[in-house]
């Protein structure tokens, strides 16, 4: 029992580290009712652009890390544009979008001579560009869509594989690692026997930075209430003149950028990047989203930080390889007792 | 042909165990039920099976009647906890359950050792599994032994398919997906029905695992993870849902396509993604979408717009899931 401060430590940066993760699966969910299975690949693509900042461009973490949080939001913007919005609305704008995707992903995976690979990515970026602003000026879609519950979700299983695939290609397969000191090694003592490593401490600070500022910019601002109304009746905040659209895309931005801090932080951690750490944390997201309750956003960080306490504490005192055992079994647990998850509230009253 | 079948027996094989388990998820989705369980019964399958095997001497069908004699068991004590769960709430119930299986599967050896204090038994082997030995599969009539059990399995499990949708049976299944209290009002027992439909479901899954053991070989912890569980929804999904020809259809493509991209070396995956984000963006509900077909069929005889078509589309539009 005198491990218990130190992992209770454990448990809080894991925590927060799933938090940020799930936090965005949650907002996606309570806005479209949509489970992304690609936002497992997001927090990866988001640890690539963190881990080429620092390695190849020789930033500070400082700036890495919001330049991931970009990178991985804009790439969740894009997953929506071509994974999902083609199944509420089709537009030509979209098929433009679309085109200008299998020219660009032509350019990166064929074996073309210099100049004609880089005019192929280039021409395939622009098409792109010009897809994604017609698509935003279309005030008449061409379709009007309603496609079964599943799928968006197979849609995103799709997308998933693409990215998983892309970036093994680019970075390669093996594992990529920070370099050693991008943050200190030295471990910091805290009150009664318990230490925590400064990159732990830093998850645990960014996170809760992270999550406080969502949470202002969800009740504080006008984002945040387009997000509720949505959330609350898409067909209602249309006809109230929201923009849903644009506000849909914000979401992504959100939702990717948590995903990319997420991705960061827990490389710079855990010490290992590769093209399927998102596997790993796909599944305890979704526990975390679910014993949450779906789509509450303090739900979910309630829950990330449970769920990472139980996960080390189960290591600690009982057997280490029942982890994800407990962890499901405290998922199916809170299914039985409460449907709805620890903090839903039904489903009216999401985001 | 024996050629192209000698060639691409494992495809051939594969294609069949994928077929029937897209037909396990089936079942539940025809009933309104998301389960994700359906890996983790094909795992008690294939470990019962695959036990029996190396440890008696029963033929592979006793193997494969017991192995589906345990999954039932087991749907039936777990369906009874989760079959009130709806939609997602279901899907991550189930996909956590197969998870659990999974887990048991690599380290259920503490387990056993625990209960029978012999710390010299090992049954499942953890990460490495069990190996079942290799003899290589005599042809009868131009397939080899291996392939015609699984062949004669997908058969029944078509025809079931086939009467269940005709049968009082199927309607009732289909009834509660179409509107749950409807149905209820109308004196059918939804649990019950729901949970008859999960069992089916699991016993089906269990027992391709069985099936598998021999063509599969090894049976680690590896083959049943949470991927696994999407592949086969996503086979189901893809081929559409509202006859059984959709998960048939889902389960060769997705089964063949890595066959077939072969030539783009490592790109393939990549090909395969796309392939599959493509044809659910252009046909929502599926390869086999009877609507699809069937406009295809009057545009070439009449030519004429489909308005009409888009509208009974929307009203026509059944939730799966």
Same mark, same amino acid.
């Given at each position: 029992?005198?491990?218990?401060?130190?992992?209770?430590?454990?448990?809080?940066?894991?925590?927060?580290?799933?938090?940020?993760?799930?936090?965005?699966?949650?907002?996606?969910?309570?806005?479209?009712?949509?489970?992304?299975?690609?936002?497992?690949?997001?927090?990866?693509?988001?640890?690539?652009?963190?881990?080429?900042?620092?390695?190849?461009?020789?930033?500070?973490?400082?700036?890495?890390?919001?330049?991931?949080?970009?990178?991985?939001?804009?790439?969740?913007?894009?997953?929506?544009?071509?994974?999902?919005?083609?199944?509420?609305?089709?537009?030509?704008?979209?098929?433009?979008?679309?085109?200008?995707?299998?020219?660009?992903?032509?350019?990166?995976?064929?074996?073309?001579?210099?100049?004609?690979?880089?005019?192929?990515?280039?021409?395939?970026?622009?098409?792109?560009?010009?897809?994604?602003?017609?698509?935003?000026?279309?005030?008449?879609?061409?379709?009007?869509?309603?496609?079964?519950?599943?799928?968006?979700?197979?849609?995103?299983?799709?997308?998933?594989?693409?990215?998983?695939?892309?970036?093994?290609?680019?970075?390669?397969?093996?594992?990529?690692?920070?370099?050693?000191?991008?943050?200190?090694?030295?471990?910091?003592?805290?009150?009664?026997?318990?230490?925590?490593?400064?990159?732990?401490?830093?998850?645990?600070?960014?996170?809760?930075?992270?999550?406080?500022?969502?949470?202002?910019?969800?009740?504080?601002?006008?984002?945040?209430?387009?997000?509720?109304?949505?959330?609350?009746?898409?067909?209602?905040?249309?006809?109230?003149?929201?923009?849903?659209?644009?506000?849909?895309?914000?979401?992504?931005?959100?939702?990717?950028?948590?995903?990319?801090?997420?991705?960061?932080?827990?490389?710079?951690?855990?010490?290992?990047?590769?093209?399927?750490?998102?596997?790993?944390?796909?599944?305890?997201?979704?526990?975390?989203?679910?014993?949450?309750?779906?789509?509450?956003?303090?739900?979910?960080?309630?829950?990330?930080?449970?769920?990472?306490?139980?996960?080390?504490?189960?290591?600690?005192?009982?057997?280490?390889?029942?982890?994800?055992?407990?962890?499901?079994?405290?998922?199916?647990?809170?299914?039985?007792?409460?449907?709805?998850?620890?903090?839903?509230?039904?489903?009216?009253?999401?985001? | 042909? =024996?050629? &192209?079948?000698?060639?691409?027996? %494992?495809? +051939?094989?594969?294609?069949?165990?994928? *077929?029937?388990? @897209? #037909?396990? $998820?089936?079942?539940?989705?025809?009933?309104?039920?998301?389960?994700?369980?359906?890996?983790?019964?094909?795992?008690?399958?294939?470990?019962?099976?695959?036990?029996?095997?190396?440890?008696?001497?029963? =033929?592979? &069908?006793?193997?494969?009647?017991? %192995?589906? +004699?345990?999954?039932?068991?087991?749907? *039936?004590?777990? @369906? #009874?906890? $989760?079959?009130?769960?709806?939609?997602?709430?279901?899907?991550?119930?189930?996909?956590?359950?197969?998870?659990?299986?999974?887990?048991?599967?690599?380290?259920?050896?503490?387990?056993?050792?625990?209960?029978?204090?012999?710390?010299?038994?090992?049954?499942?082997?953890?990460?490495?599994?069990?190996?079942?030995?290799?003899?290589?599969?005599?042809?009868?009539?131009?397939?080899?032994?291996?392939?015609?059990?699984?062949?004669?399995?997908?058969?029944?499990?078509?025809?079931?398919?086939?009467?269940?949708?005709?049968?009082?049976?199927?309607?009732?299944?289909?009834?509660?997906?179409?509107?749950?209290?409807?149905?209820?009002?109308?004196?059918?027992?939804?649990?019950?029905?729901?949970?008859?439909?999960?069992?089916?479901?699991?016993?089906?899954?269990?027992?391709?695992?069985?099936?598998?053991?021999?063509?599969?070989?090894?049976?680690?912890?590896?083959?049943?993870?949470?991927?696994?569980?999407?592949?086969?929804?996503?086979?189901?999904?893809?081929?559409?849902?509202?006859?059984?020809?959709?998960?048939?259809?889902?389960?060769?493509?997705?089964?063949?396509?890595?066959?077939?991209?072969?030539?783009?070396?490592?790109?393939?995956?990549?090909?395969?993604?796309?392939?599959?984000?493509?044809?659910?963006?252009?046909?929502?509900?599926?390869?086999?979408?009877?609507?699809?077909?069937?406009?295809?069929?009057?545009?070439?005889?009449?030519?004429?717009?489909?308005?009409?078509?888009?509208?009974?589309?929307?009203?026509?539009?059944?939730?799966?899931?």
């Amino acid at each position: 029992m005198e491990q218990l401060p130190q992992q209770l430590v454990n448990g809080i940066w894991q925590g927060a580290a799933l938090a940020l993760f799930a936090v965005g699966y949650t907002l996606v969910f309570g806005l479209l009712d949509i489970v992304n299975l690609a936002h497992g690949a997001t927090y990866m693509w988001g640890a690539f652009f963190g881990f080429v900042c620092v390695t190849k461009l020789n930033w500070s973490l400082w700036l890495a890390i919001p330049a991931a949080m970009i990178g991985a939001g804009l790439l969740a913007i894009l997953l929506d544009r071509l994974a999902f919005k083609p199944l509420r609305t089709l537009t030509r704008g979209g098929l433009v979008l679309w085109g200008g995707f299998l020219i660009l992903l032509l350019g990166i995976v064929g074996k073309w001579d210099d100049p004609l690979k880089w005019t192929l990515i280039g021409a395939g970026a622009i098409i792109m560009l010009v897809g994604v602003v017609q698509d935003y000026l279309t005030k008449v879609p061409l379709q009007v869509r309603q496609v079964p519950h599943l799928a968006p979700m197979i849609a995103s299983i799709g997308a998933s594989i693409i990215l998983i695939s892309l970036s093994q290609g680019i970075f390669g397969a093996q594992v990529a690692r920070f370099p050693p000191g991008t943050v200190s090694d030295e471990p910091i003592q805290l009150v009664s026997g318990a230490v925590i490593a400064p990159v732990q401490l830093l998850v645990l600070v960014i996170g809760v930075v992270l999550m406080l500022a969502l949470n202002f910019l969800i009740t504080r601002t006008q984002v945040g209430r387009a997000i509720r109304a949505i959330a609350f009746n898409e067909r209602t905040s249309r006809l109230l003149g929201i923009n849903v659209d644009f506000v849909i895309a914000q979401t992504f931005f959100l939702s990717g950028a948590l995903a990319g801090a997420a991705g960061v932080l827990l490389g710079l951690a855990v010490r290992r990047i590769d093209a399927t750490m998102g596997n790993d944390v796909e599944l305890a997201g979704l526990t975390v989203i679910i014993v949450g309750g779906m789509g509450s956003i303090w739900g979910a960080v309630a829950a990330a930080f449970l769920v990472g306490m139980l996960r080390v504490l189960s290591v600690a005192y009982l057997d280490s390889s029942f982890r994800d055992a407990f962890v499901f079994g405290l998922l199916i647990l809170v299914l039985l007792v409460r449907p709805s998850g620890l903090f839903g509230r039904g489903s009216s009253t999401r985001a | 042909m =024996p050629d &192209f079948i000698s060639n691409n027996i %494992a495809t +051939i094989n594969f294609s069949l165990i994928n *077929i029937a388990l @897209g #037909l396990s $998820i089936f079942i539940t989705l025809f009933t309104g039920m998301l389960s994700l369980a359906n890996a983790g019964f094909m795992a008690i399958g294939a470990y019962t099976a695959a036990v029996i095997a190396t440890r008696t001497d029963f =033929p592979l &069908f006793g193997g494969f009647l017991l %192995a589906i +004699i345990v999954a039932v068991v087991v749907a *039936i004590i777990f @369906g #009874l906890l $989760i079959v009130r769960l709806r939609e997602i709430f279901l899907a991550i119930a189930t996909l956590g359950f197969g998870e659990i299986v999974r887990i048991f599967f690599l380290n259920g050896d503490k387990v056993v050792k625990a209960f029978t204090g012999d710390e010299n038994t090992n049954v499942f082997n953890g990460a490495e599994g069990i190996t079942i030995k290799y003899k290589s599969p005599q042809d009868i009539l131009g397939l080899p032994e291996t392939t015609w059990p699984l062949l004669l399995y997908v058969a029944v499990l078509i025809y079931f398919m086939i009467t269940l949708q005709k049968s009082r049976f199927g309607r009732v299944l289909s009834a509660i997906r179409l509107d749950e209290s409807a149905a209820s009002t109308l004196g059918i027992n939804v649990v019950r029905y729901r949970l008859l439909a999960f069992v089916i479901g699991a016993g089906i899954a269990a027992g391709a695992g069985a099936l598998s053991t021999p063509i599969v070989r090894v049976i680690e912890p590896r083959n049943y993870v949470f991927g696994r569980a999407v592949d086969i929804l996503a086979s189901a999904v893809l081929g559409g849902m509202t006859t059984w020809i959709g998960p048939v259809l889902g389960a060769i493509l997705l089964t063949a396509l890595p066959e077939i991209l072969r030539f783009l070396k490592d790109q393939r995956e990549i090909v395969n993604g796309l392939i599959i984000m493509i044809a659910i963006i252009y046909l929502p509900r599926g390869i086999s979408d009877p609507r699809f077909w069937s406009s295809l069929w009057r545009k070439r005889k009449s030519g004429q717009g489909n308005a009409a078509e888009v509208a009974t589309e929307k009203e026509k539009e059944v939730k799966t899931g």
